[in-house]
């Protein structure tokens, strides 16, 4: 860092002479002069004296003022020199201060402790090796004369700052052997000090008292540093600090060497020349106390074991009330926690690979080796695969594994805990009881461990509410959380942090995360390389800090000791009902109530409750029901259908839903519960006028019903069929083929299952599995073929208007011989065809023709509509309004089937079947 230069004072130039006013002196004797002349008095002589007088004074006063403005500039000289001295003296000491906070020696590093870079330690890391002189930045200009020059020589050399060089092979000492080990401890100890185990290590072999928190790291990519003692060599390391006699050779690839014989003034011999300098020493004492500061300090993650198998921990006794378990080792034995005395909640924390779920499995496991069943209880929650806790699904103690592979199993699990927490609550309060340690209340700890809690509420971020309320509310009722997440920043709430005071971090990558956790950046700045793997920092309420444990691995044949131990108990129930059938038989359930037909069961996992769901048929109106293909959209129905035989169903065929939705606008039928399936592909089968005019009447008679029920099935909420749907107050949404189909289906996002199975939806925001009754000859009256209404001629004279006239005229007289059947037109008008009995023997006169040939044989056209039968063909359905003057919708009747409309004395039409020989193809 360059600051700008101190600016000297510039010599002080000598006063000015005044100048001697020999012009003004003339004056006066010039006067004089004058007025003797004029005059001739004597006196006049003394005027001119004035001017010599006058030069005089001037010369005195000149003196005087040189003197005063001499001893003034003298002045502020001084004055700036004391200015720039004082300065100079500021900025040394800052410079001084300034390289000391940036290479601190122990001393300084023991007085505010140093800051550590997050760079990593190599051959060009700066060490100090005492106190001397060195280069200073500071600049001086100005201030020419000799006492510039002076301050200038002074300005260039610190003497007393730190004599820094870098790291490199090492440093060789070359001194007494006690002097020579007091400057090598206080290099250690600066190197321990400045450097976290992170980023240097200490190789051995180390002497007795020298083992700091870097001692043996196993953590890679950290800088060794060893020692060397009397030219023995030291274990391979980076760089090596070597202790050698007087006169011993310097060790190969060693460029710096401290020569001493006093501390006060050794020798530096670097590769620059030789340099005077004084040397830190410390004692043996001083040292172990530094070592033992700094272990504690960084948590001894450096000094644990490499490895730590469960079965290899001390035996926790049993505490009544706790739920104590060791988890891990640090170097000055187990480390045990208690979920109860700790918690009553532990929040887990660790990048992926780096043990967290190995520590999830050793606790759950440790807990469960000293604890019964009847005691504590496990729920698992695997949200990063689905395999973490396989090793303890056969503990007798774990009544449930959620895993991210059954998303509607995880989510009905994490949702019942609710109910749970009532249910305790409600035992407490029947017992009389504060909390669980009541010896009246007789009910497991229920222990809820969390794998990748993040992933869970990323998932279902409505549940991260249920956690919350369990964290607030379990001590007392006897729940606990273990939550497991990669990061604790942004994916934990304040709320839930609050009531996790029991923190255990691996190693994560950013400091916020460990900060949060343990309270200080120990667990991001442990190394990412395997030896790392299970090293922890555990922080318990009572923790002034964070210490670090090598947590414990629990092998397969601990935990089949485990089940063996407890395999005389029976496994408790869960803490929620099992999940609904995938197959509910009719049979399997309680008969309904008089009036009520059943649908299935419900599924509450909020109230632990299973309840059979009925349709009151006449007293609520009904609900749809919204599935994709095989969803069993059928089955809900055919379920209704069995329970209530006098069921009126509309049929699937256009024709005859809409002649069944006349006979239910009529009233003519009785029945109570009114079944409609694929009600959206029954309107996609009209045309466009007929498709909205059955929704709208459709839609009206299910609002205006009173003492009805409908079910209507759709494959989807779409189009016209919407209208029909939003007249039910209800809803059943079984599977559906995409999520944006779900959505449009009035579903939320959480419950879409794309692999649901049939006949599992969700009715009032409750799931619900549809009861189920075999298929067989169901064929109800109201959906089976009806007798068709076959056309019988009722008068003698018959108009048909129709398009391919030549083909229905050959099929007309094949299907009527004893009739007379003519085309339309004026040619057959002027022959005298189509009269009634024209034709000897005929019955009568069939008229056929389009729009076009009856409007040239008007006359005829007039007749039949005043005394004949009218016939319009279903293909020419806009004849019925423009030859006929029908204006409302006739009966739907399918084109191209031998359909038609009769219509008689201006009676509204009617549809009737043709003879199969006027088909059109």
């Given at each position: 860092m360059t600051s700008d230069s101190i600016a000297l004072p510039a010599a002080v130039p000598p006063p000015r002479r005044p100048p001697i006013p020999f012009v003004a002196a003339l004056v006066p004797l010039a006067a004089g002069v004058v007025l003797w002349t004029v005059t001739g008095s004597i006196l006049s002589l003394c005027f001119a004296l004035l001017g010599p007088l006058m030069i005089f004074g001037s010369l005195l006063d000149g003196i005087r003022q040189r003197r005063r403005e001499t001893k003034r500039l003298a002045a502020e000289a001084e004055a700036a020199w004391t200015r720039a001295e004082d300065?100079?003296?500021?900025?040394?000491?800052?410079?001084?201060?300034?390289?000391?906070?940036?290479?601190?020696?122990?001393?300084?590093?023991?007085?505010?402790?140093?800051?550590?870079?997050?760079?990593?330690?190599?051959?060009?890391?700066?060490?100090?090796?005492?106190?001397?002189?060195?280069?200073?930045?500071?600049?001086?200009?100005?201030?020419?004369?000799?006492?510039?020059?002076?301050?200038?020589?002074?300005?260039?050399?610190?003497?007393?700052?730190?004599?820094?060089?870098?790291?490199?092979?090492?440093?060789?000492?070359?001194?007494?052997?006690?002097?020579?080990?007091?400057?090598?401890?206080?290099?250690?100890?600066?190197?321990?000090?400045?450097?976290?185990?992170?980023?240097?290590?200490?190789?051995?072999?180390?002497?007795?008292?020298?083992?700091?928190?870097?001692?043996?790291?196993?953590?890679?990519?950290?800088?060794?540093?060893?020692?060397?003692?009397?030219?023995?060599?030291?274990?391979?390391?980076?760089?090596?600090?070597?202790?050698?006699?007087?006169?011993?050779?310097?060790?190969?690839?060693?460029?710096?060497?401290?020569?001493?014989?006093?501390?006060?003034?050794?020798?530096?011999?670097?590769?620059?020349?030789?340099?005077?300098?004084?040397?830190?020493?410390?004692?043996?004492?001083?040292?172990?106390?530094?070592?033992?500061?700094?272990?504690?300090?960084?948590?001894?993650?450096?000094?644990?074991?490499?490895?730590?198998?469960?079965?290899?921990?001390?035996?926790?006794?049993?505490?009544?009330?706790?739920?104590?378990?060791?988890?891990?080792?640090?170097?000055?034995?187990?480390v045990v926690v208690d979920l109860v005395a700790d918690g009553p909640h532990a929040m887990v924390t660790g990048m992926t690979g780096v043990g967290k779920s190995e520590l999830l499995v050793t606790w759950v496991a440790a807990i469960a080796a000293t604890r019964a069943p009847e005691e504590v209880v496990f729920v698992l929650a695997d949200f990063k695969g689905g395999t973490a806790f396989d090793p303890l699904a056969g503990l007798p103690h774990v009544t449930a594994v959620l895993t991210d592979l059954d998303e509607e199993g995880a989510r009905r699990g994490v949702e019942s805990l609710t109910a749970e927490l009532r249910r305790r609550e409600r035992i407490l309060a029947a017992a009389g009881a504060k909390d669980i340690s009541d010896p009246a209340v007789r009910m497991p700890r229920l222990v809820i461990v969390v794998d990748e809690f993040a992933a869970l509420l990323q998932e279902h971020p409505d549940l991260g509410a249920v956690f919350t309320d369990i964290a607030a509310r379990g001590r007392a009722l006897g729940m606990h959380l273990i939550l497991g997440t990669q990061r604790a920043a942004g994916v934990i709430r304040d709320a839930l942090a609050a009531n996790c005071p029991l923190r255990i971090s691996l190693r994560v990558s950013d400091p916020a995360d460990s900060r949060m956790v343990i309270g200080s950046e120990d667990a991001a700045d442990l190394d990412g390389g395997p030896l790392a793997r299970g090293i922890a920092f555990v922080r318990r309420p009572q923790d002034a800090a964070a210490g670090a444990m090598r947590v414990a691995l629990t092998g397969h044949d601990h935990l089949e000791e485990i089940v063996t131990r407890w395999s005389h108990v029976e496994r408790p129930l869960g803490p929620w009902l099992p999940a609904l059938p995938t197959m509910l038989p009719l049979d399997a359930l309680a008969p309904a109530s008089a009036g009520e037909a059943i649908i299935g069961l419900a599924d509450e996992p909020q109230r632990q409750r299973q309840p059979v769901i009925t349709l009151r048929a006449g007293r609520e109106r009904g609900f749809g029901v919204i599935g994709g293909p095989g969803a069993g959209k059928s089955t809900v129905l055919r379920t209704l259908r069995a329970q209530d035989p006098t069921a009126f169903t509309i049929p699937s065929d256009p024709e005859r839903a809409w002649d069944a939705l006349g006979v239910l606008e009529r009233g003519e039928t009785a029945a109570s519960l009114i079944l409609c399936d694929d009600v959206d592909r029954l309107l996609a089968a009209y045309p466009t006028d007929y498709a909205l005019a059955f929704a709208d009447r459709m839609e009206q008679f299910i609002r205006a019903a009173e003492g009805r029920g409908v079910v209507l099935t759709a494959g989807r909420s779409s189009g016209t069929a919407t209208r029909v749907l939003e007249a039910l107050p209800e809803r059943m949404l079984l599977r559906l083929p995409t999520r944006s189909e779900h959505l449009a289906a009035g579903g939320e996002t959480a419950t879409f299952l794309r692999e649901r199975p049939a006949g599992r939806g969700h009715l009032a925001a409750r799931e619900v599995q549809v009861a189920w009754v075999p298929s067989g000859p169901d064929t109800p009256a109201s959906d089976g073929p009806a007798s068709e209404d076959r056309w019988h001629p009722e008068r003698r004279l018959i108009g048909i208007v129709g398009n391919g006239s030549g083909r229905l005229l050959d099929g007309l007289r094949s299907a009527f011989p004893g009739w007379e059947v003519v085309p339309a037109g004026p040619a057959a008008a002027a022959a005298g065809e189509g009269e009634p009995g024209a034709v000897e023997g005929t019955t009568g006169c069939i008229i056929v023709g389009d729009g076009e040939s009856w409007q040239r044989d008007w006359t005829r056209w007039q007749r039949v509509r005043a005394e004949g039968e009218i016939l319009v063909i279903a293909e020419c359905a806009a004849q019925l309004r423009t030859m006929v003057g029908v204006r409302e919708l006739a009966p739907y009747a399918r084109p191209h089937r031998a359909r038609a409309w009769r219509v008689l004395d201006g009676r509204p039409p009617t549809r009737v079947v043709l003879p199969r020989e006027t088909e059109a193809g």
């Amino acid at each position: 860092m360059t600051s700008d230069s101190i600016a000297l004072p510039a010599a002080v130039p000598p006063p000015r002479r005044p100048p001697i006013p020999f012009v003004a002196a003339l004056v006066p004797l010039a006067a004089g002069v004058v007025l003797w002349t004029v005059t001739g008095s004597i006196l006049s002589l003394c005027f001119a004296l004035l001017g010599p007088l006058m030069i005089f004074g001037s010369l005195l006063d000149g003196i005087r003022q040189r003197r005063r403005e001499t001893k003034r500039l003298a002045a502020e000289a001084e004055a700036a020199w004391t200015r720039a001295e004082d300065e100079l003296a500021e900025r040394r000491r800052q410079e001084s201060a300034r390289l000391w906070r940036r290479h601190p020696d122990v001393a300084r590093c023991l007085t505010a402790e140093p800051l550590h870079e997050d760079l990593p330690v190599d051959a060009g890391t700066a060490i100090v090796l005492g106190c001397g002189e060195t280069p200073s930045e500071i600049r001086l200009t100005g201030g020419d004369d000799e006492r510039g020059r002076e301050m200038r020589r002074r300005a260039v050399l610190l003497d007393d700052a730190p004599v820094v060089v870098a790291l490199g092979r090492g440093v060789c000492i070359r001194a007494p052997r006690t002097i020579g080990l007091a400057i090598a401890r206080a290099l250690v100890a600066q190197l321990c000090l400045r450097y976290l185990p992170s980023r240097l290590v200490l190789a051995g072999p180390l002497p007795e008292g020298w083992s700091f928190g870097h001692a043996r790291s196993g953590m890679r990519g950290a800088w060794s540093v060893g020692l060397g003692l009397g030219g023995e060599a030291a274990s391979a390391a980076d760089s090596v600090i070597w202790v050698c006699d007087q006169g011993d050779a310097v060790p190969d690839g060693i460029t710096t060497v401290i020569d001493c014989t006093d501390p006060t003034d050794a020798t530096l011999r670097t590769a620059d020349g030789d340099q005077r300098i004084a040397v830190e020493c410390l004692s043996a004492a001083q040292l172990a106390e530094l070592a033992r500061a700094s272990a504690e300090r960084i948590g001894g993650a450096a000094e644990l074991p490499e490895r730590v198998r469960l079965a290899e921990l001390a035996a926790i006794e049993a505490r009544p009330g706790g739920l104590a378990a060791a988890i891990g080792r640090r170097i000055d034995g187990d480390v045990v926690v208690d979920l109860v005395a700790d918690g009553p909640h532990a929040m887990v924390t660790g990048m992926t690979g780096v043990g967290k779920s190995e520590l999830l499995v050793t606790w759950v496991a440790a807990i469960a080796a000293t604890r019964a069943p009847e005691e504590v209880v496990f729920v698992l929650a695997d949200f990063k695969g689905g395999t973490a806790f396989d090793p303890l699904a056969g503990l007798p103690h774990v009544t449930a594994v959620l895993t991210d592979l059954d998303e509607e199993g995880a989510r009905r699990g994490v949702e019942s805990l609710t109910a749970e927490l009532r249910r305790r609550e409600r035992i407490l309060a029947a017992a009389g009881a504060k909390d669980i340690s009541d010896p009246a209340v007789r009910m497991p700890r229920l222990v809820i461990v969390v794998d990748e809690f993040a992933a869970l509420l990323q998932e279902h971020p409505d549940l991260g509410a249920v956690f919350t309320d369990i964290a607030a509310r379990g001590r007392a009722l006897g729940m606990h959380l273990i939550l497991g997440t990669q990061r604790a920043a942004g994916v934990i709430r304040d709320a839930l942090a609050a009531n996790c005071p029991l923190r255990i971090s691996l190693r994560v990558s950013d400091p916020a995360d460990s900060r949060m956790v343990i309270g200080s950046e120990d667990a991001a700045d442990l190394d990412g390389g395997p030896l790392a793997r299970g090293i922890a920092f555990v922080r318990r309420p009572q923790d002034a800090a964070a210490g670090a444990m090598r947590v414990a691995l629990t092998g397969h044949d601990h935990l089949e000791e485990i089940v063996t131990r407890w395999s005389h108990v029976e496994r408790p129930l869960g803490p929620w009902l099992p999940a609904l059938p995938t197959m509910l038989p009719l049979d399997a359930l309680a008969p309904a109530s008089a009036g009520e037909a059943i649908i299935g069961l419900a599924d509450e996992p909020q109230r632990q409750r299973q309840p059979v769901i009925t349709l009151r048929a006449g007293r609520e109106r009904g609900f749809g029901v919204i599935g994709g293909p095989g969803a069993g959209k059928s089955t809900v129905l055919r379920t209704l259908r069995a329970q209530d035989p006098t069921a009126f169903t509309i049929p699937s065929d256009p024709e005859r839903a809409w002649d069944a939705l006349g006979v239910l606008e009529r009233g003519e039928t009785a029945a109570s519960l009114i079944l409609c399936d694929d009600v959206d592909r029954l309107l996609a089968a009209y045309p466009t006028d007929y498709a909205l005019a059955f929704a709208d009447r459709m839609e009206q008679f299910i609002r205006a019903a009173e003492g009805r029920g409908v079910v209507l099935t759709a494959g989807r909420s779409s189009g016209t069929a919407t209208r029909v749907l939003e007249a039910l107050p209800e809803r059943m949404l079984l599977r559906l083929p995409t999520r944006s189909e779900h959505l449009a289906a009035g579903g939320e996002t959480a419950t879409f299952l794309r692999e649901r199975p049939a006949g599992r939806g969700h009715l009032a925001a409750r799931e619900v599995q549809v009861a189920w009754v075999p298929s067989g000859p169901d064929t109800p009256a109201s959906d089976g073929p009806a007798s068709e209404d076959r056309w019988h001629p009722e008068r003698r004279l018959i108009g048909i208007v129709g398009n391919g006239s030549g083909r229905l005229l050959d099929g007309l007289r094949s299907a009527f011989p004893g009739w007379e059947v003519v085309p339309a037109g004026p040619a057959a008008a002027a022959a005298g065809e189509g009269e009634p009995g024209a034709v000897e023997g005929t019955t009568g006169c069939i008229i056929v023709g389009d729009g076009e040939s009856w409007q040239r044989d008007w006359t005829r056209w007039q007749r039949v509509r005043a005394e004949g039968e009218i016939l319009v063909i279903a293909e020419c359905a806009a004849q019925l309004r423009t030859m006929v003057g029908v204006r409302e919708l006739a009966p739907y009747a399918r084109p191209h089937r031998a359909r038609a409309w009769r219509v008689l004395d201006g009676r509204p039409p009617t549809r009737v079947v043709l003879p199969r020989e006027t088909e059109a193809g």
